[in-house]
């Protein structure tokens, strides 16, 4: 499925002006503060979309055969397979992550430690930028790309979400939310969350 999923999301971007948008302001917002990880990468579309804006970025994600498909599609970036829940990154070592639609797999308990993983591995001055669909709990598929799956996905509420990166630890959280692009997307409203790993 990772070779179906990404020959139908490779250039997603491309139709998501805002999702653009939002990523080169991290893009300026990280410059200069040290390596940045898209976690949870996928096929490495956001990744490949960030080194092309200059970003030293590295791809992160749970599934060995998503970490070949974007090593296959993008050859000039880093990815390795890691697990969001226990980063194999130092303390303090990034200058910013981003997590672009893959916190939809973790349950509140996860989520909550996924946040401390991801404060924990930033820099005094790191960012943080999330991507989500906006919801309440899980909703099951039994099919996927025409394949038989049996899954969750997770939507959340944006206030709880800032909520739970407050407690983590983050300062200056931002939201901005939009309706989905019509024909383009699952149609679900989406949500950004921008953090800090400390304030000014």
């Known amino acids: 499925m990772a070779r179906e999923y990404a020959?139908?999301?490779s250039d997603e971007l491309r139709h998501k002006p805002l999702d653009?948008?939002?990523l080169r302001r991290f893009a300026i917002e990280v410059a200069g503060r040290g390596p940045v990880y898209d976690l949870g990468c996928g096929p490495g579309q956001t990744t490949a979309f960030l080194h092309e804006l200059g970003v030293p970025v590295r791809g992160l994600d749970l599934s060995p055969a998503f970490v070949a498909e974007a090593r296959r599609r993008h050859p000039g970036i880093d990815f390795m397979v890691g697990d969001m829940l226990s980063l194999p990154i130092s303390d303090a070592a990034l200058?910013?992550?981003v997590?672009?639609?893959s916190i939809v797999h973790l349950s509140d308990d996860q989520l909550q430690l996924a946040f401390a993983e991801m404060f924990r591995v930033l820099?005094?001055?790191g960012r943080l930028l999330l991507a989500f669909h906006v919801g309440h709990g899980p909703v099951h598929v039994d099919e996927?790309?025409?394949q038989p799956l049996s899954a969750d996905?997770?939507?959340?509420d944006a206030v709880s979400v800032a909520a739970d990166l407050a407690v983590a630890g983050f300062a200056q959280i931002e939201i901005v939310e939009r309706d989905p692009y019509p024909g383009i997307e699952f149609q679900s409203r989406r949500a950004y969350v921008f953090a800090s790993k400390y304030a000014p």
């Open 7 to 9: 020959t139908r999301f």
């Open 20 to 22: 653009c948008e939002l």
């Open 95 to 97: 200058g910013g992550a």
């Open 99 to 101: 997590a672009f639609y």
């Open 123 to 125: 820099r005094k001055d």
């Open 144 to 146: 996927f790309l025409g």
């Open 153 to 156: 996905f997770m939507f959340f």
